[in-house]
């Protein structure tokens, strides 16, 4: 049932017309008479009294509350909202004298150069110049730069930042003297929404006490916000048929997930997977593509200011292409022309070499290590 809901003008007549058919004689209801006003003043207290039966409705009901009211409502279900999610990538540490050895500690801080976003280095055993004994990534004698993953301080979209944004070591490094991230920072999201928020409770009720895919669907996207992840049923790890088996492959925007989050992937699918069936979680395929392209300005003055925006703008559709997705040629046109109406042609677009589309396996991502826009 839907509340009526009446205007000060619609209550002070209907009050009016109640008042003069109780009464044998004429009431005053002139403008600035006696009765008007209490009428009026009642009227106000009606629309306040309707308002509270407005505020108390739409905070009970989850397609009409925000905020903490949306997180009251599926905190009592057991859920929760997902937390925002810090970016995170790549920087390199350079030196303009490689003579001795160096070390960039772990939790070691740089910065943009405007001071308002800070990130710090983060552990990866996987990285070639990860040294566990010395505390943190050990550059030898000899070698000029290395490259480190990073994390943002604090989470949250703001942490997305272009290609070179971070200049700033705000702690000095012996043997260290400069750093700069080669690639923008895309996965830094905010906390979710509360339009996402209902929409993953509707999926929530629909996977309880199922064991379907939009049960493991949930399971995974449950875990942080923007995770991919692509489901094939009845077969392994390597693509061979396999009754009963089903695969989960799992990219939170880096192409590299950690093996943490590819093991909370698997405890959540495990809770609600069908008795007897196995299944396995893997990182993506990654295909390393380099972009290169050529492109035409008018007036030509233009060019050179355009080249690193066109770079950035390929840069972060390619790295943002969900598993799975290809990379079209004519995509790359497309992006390059969209970034300014002074560019009047683009030509030689090639994908590591070739003017072909770039197609990875089912289970690969692409991802960009270089962008050459000339």
Not at 274 to 300: C, D, R
Not at 351 to 361: E, I, K, R
Request: hydrophobic residues 45%; contains cysteine; aromatic residues 6%.
């Amino acid at each position: 049932m839907q509340l009526p809901l009446e205007t000060q003008t619609t209550l002070v007549e209907n009050m009016s017309a109640a008042v003069q058919a109780a009464s044998s004689t004429p009431v005053d209801l002139s403008t600035g008479s006696v009765t008007l006003a209490l009428l009026e003043s009642d009227a106000a207290v009606g629309l306040w009294m309707q308002y509270l039966a407005v505020l108390i409705l739409s905070v009970t009901r989850l397609a009409t509350s925000t905020g903490s009211d949306c997180d009251s409502f599926v905190n009592d279900f057991g859920m929760t909202r997902l937390p925002a999610v810090a970016a995170s990538g790549a920087v390199t540490f350079s030196r303009f004298t490689p003579t001795n050895s160096a070390t960039i500690p772990l939790g070691a801080t740089v910065e943009t150069a405007d001071l308002s976003q800070s990130f710090a280095v983060i552990e990866d055993t996987t990285n070639a110049f990860w040294n566990a004994p010395a505390g943190g990534y050990a550059i030898a004698a000899g070698i000029a730069s290395a490259s480190v993953p990073v994390q943002a301080v604090v989470a949250g979209s703001a942490g997305n930042v272009q290609a070179g944004a971070i200049s700033l070591i705000t702690q000095a490094i012996p043997g260290v003297d400069t750093v700069s991230n080669p690639s923008a920072f895309t996965n830094g999201l905010d906390a979710e929404s509360d339009a996402a928020l209902r929409a993953r409770f509707v999926n929530f009720i629909n996977s309880r006490s199922q064991a379907t895919p939009n049960a493991v669907a949930y399971a995974v996207t449950s875990l942080q916000q923007g995770l991919d992840y692509l489901l094939q049923e009845n077969q392994d790890t390597v693509g061979n048929y396999r009754p009963g088996n089903f695969v989960v492959t799992v990219d939170d925007g880096t192409g590299n997930p950690p093996s943490t989050l590819l093991s909370e992937v698997y405890g959540a699918i495990d809770a609600i997977r069908p008795l007897g069936s196995t299944f396995a979680v893997q990182p993506p395929q990654v295909v390393q593509t380099a972009v290169s392209l050529s492109i035409t300005t008018n007036p030509p003055g233009t060019k050179t200011s355009l080249l690193a925006t066109v770079s950035n703008a390929i840069s972060a559709y390619v790295n943002a292409l969900p598993i799975g997705a290809s990379l079209p040629l004519s995509r790359v046109a497309q992006i390059a022309y969209g970034v300014d109406p002074s560019i009047v042609n683009v030509t030689n677009v090639a994908l590591n070499g070739a003017a072909q589309d770039m197609v990875p396996p089912a289970n690969g991502v692409i991802k960009t290590n270089s962008v050459v826009v000339s």
